[in-house]
């Protein structure tokens, strides 16, 4: 199985809010664990990324939660601006000698000024 | 700037044509994706190349080709397009060997409509 399942499909959240999205994966070959950024008229871009080896990395205002037991892992962003606002994916890459990502469906964040 | 370029950024064509999209990695990258985003699927991985080799396929049709040049730059060739095929369609390129993982740069994008 090489799905990815995330959500919410859209989040509104208050400038200084906290916005988490959540994704869940099956493959349990799955070793590398990136968010992607996309903002209208932009190809996606790398946020932020986590090996199953730790549980949590942070940077800066963004953070990543890892729960391999679980098959779940979390994008929080503390306290959310409103240039924040922008289409979030979360993805997986598969082990072997290809490195193509499997990504979740997206979560569409804005943040109210 | 990822500093991937793709043309032509829009491209608006007929069913039943055949279209070519271009992308050029990044200095000094060998690996090239291409990935196609739509509103039902999400972003789908559909070729990867590494230094002119096919390295693996995804969801890819048997309409959908593509090829890597010498020069490193990536084609993407569609055929017999139907109105189903409309859609953003990324490249990306990332760097190193096939045994490591490098973050995949995309490009902007070239937004595919099927009349």
Known sequence: QQQVKQSPQSLIVQKGGISIINCAYENTAFDYFPW?????????????????????????????????????????IMDSQPGDSATYFCAAKKTGSARQLTFGSGTQLTVLP | DSGVTQTPKHLITATGQRVTL?????????????????????????????????????????????????????????????LGDSALYFCASSSGTLSSYNEQFFGPGTRLTVL
Do not use: M
């Open chain 1, 36 to 76: 992607y950024q996309q903002f209208p008229g932009k190809g996606p871009a790398l946020l932020i990324a986590i090996r199953p080896d730790v549980s949590e990395k942070k940077e800066g205002r963004f953070t990543i939660s890892f729960n391999k037991s679980a098959k779940q892992f979390s994008l929080h």
């Open chain 2, 22 to 82: 271009r992308c050029s990695p990044r200095s000094g990258d060998l690996s090239v994706y291409w990935y196609q985003q739509s509103l039902d699927q999400g972003l789908q991985f559909l070729i990867q190349y590494y230094n002119g080799e096919e390295r693996a396929k995804g969801n890819i049709l048997e309409r959908f080709s593509a090829q890597q040049f010498p020069d490193l730059h990536s084609e993407l060739n569609l055929s017999s397009l139907e």
